[in-house]
C-alpha cells in the first residue's frame, strides 16, 4: 500500500510538471490605446504618389486608418516622418488593396522615422533592392493577440544595402519582427522586439551587426540563417550587448514557414551560417537553450520524417516539399554552421525544465534533466571546415551540450574544452 502511494504521488507530481511546462508558454496580446481616425487616405495617399527625389513626407499626429498600401520606387534622397511612435499611427486593419503597409522599390538614401505602422494584411514595411534604407524610431506592430493570421514581417528590408534600423519597436510578428534578408552592410541597433515568432532575424546576409536591442517573449529572440535557393549566403555577424530574455512564447507561424521550426524557449537560433560571434550579451531565462546552433539537414532530416508520418492519401506538408526542393537542387549550398565563436556572455535560467513541445525541449528533458543548457549544438559538422564551433578563453563554465542527433547520440559531448578557439 505504501509503495502504490509512492507511485501515486510520482505520478501526481510528474502531471503537475507536465502541466506547468506546457503552461508556461504563453500566447500575448498588444492592446495599446487608439483613436483612429477617418477620412485622411487620400490626403496621405497622394503624398506617396507625388513624391520625388528628395521629398519630404510630412505625416500628422493622428491614429489613421488605410485601406490600400502606401508606394514609393524608384525615388532618391526621401524622408517619411511622422511626429513620434504611438503619435502618428497608419493603421491597415482592414486592407482591401496591396498587401504591404509601406512598401519601397528600386531606390536609395530612404528614412523613415518617427511613425507607427500596424496590422497590414501581409508585411507592415517591404523595402527590396535599396541602396541605404534608415528605420529611425518607428514601431511596427499587429495588435489583439497574437496569431498566425498577423502578417509574417514587421521590417521586411531584403536584397539591400547599408540597413539601419534603429530604437524601433517591432511587436507580434507571425514570422519575424527585425528581418535582414540577403542585405550587405546591416546595423540592428537599440530595438525592442517582442511577442513575435522571431524576434530579430539575419538571413543569408553579409556584415551584419546586431547590438543593444532587447528580444523578449518571443518564440526565440535573435536568429541567424542560411537557406538554400536564395541569391546569396550569409557571412561575418556580429551579435554583441543584447539582451535576450523569457523567449517562450508558444510558436504561430503560419504553416510552411521556416521559423515553425523554431523551438519555444530559444535564445538565439544560428542555422547553417557561417562566421558569427557571440559576446557580451544576456541571456536570461530561455527555457530550452540561450544559444542553439543547428544543420539544415536537421531540418531536411525533420522534414522527411513529417513526410513519411503523412497518412496515406493525404497531401504533403507544402514547407515538407519546399525544404526538401531547395535542398537538394542547390548544389553550392553548406547546409551546417562554420566558425561560430562564443565569447563571454552572461548566462543564466531559472527554469527548471525545458517546454516538451519541441523536439529539442523533450530531447533535454531526457539528456540533461534538471539542468539548464547554455549552448545546445546539434553535433552536425563539415569535415571539411577547420572550425563549427568555439568557445574562447573564459567560457570554460558554461554549460554546453553538443547532442549528435543523428547518431543516436553517440558522440554526445558536454565538454566545452574539447572545442576551444585557436
Not at 554552421?337 to 525541449?361: C, M, Q, V
Amino acid at each position: 500500500m505504501k509503495k502504490l502511494l509512492y507511485i501515486v504521488a510520482f505520478l501526481i507530481a510528474g502531471l503537475a510538471i507536465l502541466y506547468v511546462v506546457i503552461k508556461s508558454e504563453p500566447t500575448p496580446t498588444y492592446q495599446p490605446e487608439r483613436n483612429y481616425i477617418e477620412g485622411q487616405e487620400n490626403a496621405i495617399l497622394s503624398q506617396f504618389l507625388l513624391a520625388k527625389d528628395s521629398t519630404v513626407i510630412e505625416l500628422a499626429e493622428g491614429h489613421f486608418t488605410l485601406k490600400q498600401s502606401l508606394s514609393l520606387d524608384g525615388v532618391n534622397h526621401v524622408t517619411i516622418r511622422g511626429k513620434g511612435m504611438g503619435k502618428t499611427v497608419l493603421n491597415f486593419k482592414g486592407q482591401t488593396k496591396g498587401a504591404e503597409g509601406i512598401r519601397i522599390t528600386n531606390s536609395s538614401n530612404i528614412t523613415i522615422q518617427d511613425l507607427t505602422v500596424e496590422n497590414a494584411k501581409g508585411d507592415n514595411i517591404k523595402v527590396m533592392d535599396t541602396d541605404g534604407i534608415s528605420f529611425k524610431h518607428v514601431e511596427s506592430s499587429w495588435t489583439g493577440e497574437v496569431s498566425e493570421d498577423n502578417g509574417a514581417y514587421a521590417f521586411y528590408p531584403v536584397l539591400c544595402k547599408n540597413v539601419l534600423i534603429d530604437n524601433c519597436k517591432a511587436i507580434a510578428s507571425s514570422d519575424a519582427g527585425i528581418y535582414v534578408g540577403q542585405s550587405v552592410d546591416v546595423v540592428i541597433s537599440n530595438n525592442e522586439a517582442f511577442y513575435n515568432v522571431a524576434g530579430i532575424e539575419s538571413e543569408n546576409s553579409i556584415n551584419v551587426k546586431i547590438f543593444g536591442n532587447k528580444a523578449y517573449e518571443n518564440t526565440g529572440g535573435i536568429l541567424v540563417f542560411d537557406l538554400p535557393g536564395l541569391t546569396q549566403y550569409g557571412s561575418n555577424i556580429e551579435v554583441y550587448n543584447n539582451l535576450v530574455y523569457e523567449n517562450n512564447t508558444k510558436n504561430f507561424a503560419k504553416a510552411g514557414a521556416i521559423v515553425g521550426q523554431v523551438p519555444s524557449g530559444t535564445g538565439s537560433l544560428v542555422l547553417s551560417t557561417e562566421g558569427v560571434y557571440f559576446y557580451d550579451n544576456t541571456f536570461k531565462d530561455n527555457k530550452t537553450a540561450s544559444i542553439a546552433i543547428a544543420s539544415y539537414e536537421l531540418i531536411y532530416e525533420l522534414g522527411k520524417r513529417d513526410k513519411k508520418e503523412q497518412k496515406e492519401g493525404e497531401d504533403v506538408v507544402g514547407s515538407v516539399q519546399v525544404i526538401n526542393d531547395k535542398y537538394t537542387s542547390d548544389t553550392n549550398y553548406n547546409p551546417y554552421p562554420r566558425n561560430i565563436r562564443i565569447g563571454k556572455n552572461n548566462f543564466s535560467n531559472s527554469y527548471l525544465f525545458p517546454t516538451i513541445n519541441n523536439d529539442f525541449g523533450k530531447i533535454l528533458m531526457i539528456k540533461k534533466p534538471f539542468q539548464t543548457v547554455d549552448v545546445l549544438w546539434d553535433g552536425l559538422e563539415d569535415e571539411a571546415s577547420e572550425s563549427t564551433i568555439c568557445f574562447e578563453k573564459g567560457t570554460e563554465r558554461v554549460s554546453f551540450f553538443g547532442l549528435d542527433v543523428l547518431n543516436d547520440f553517440k558522440n554526445a559531448t558536454s565538454d566545452v574544452s574539447e572545442y576551444s578557439c585557436k
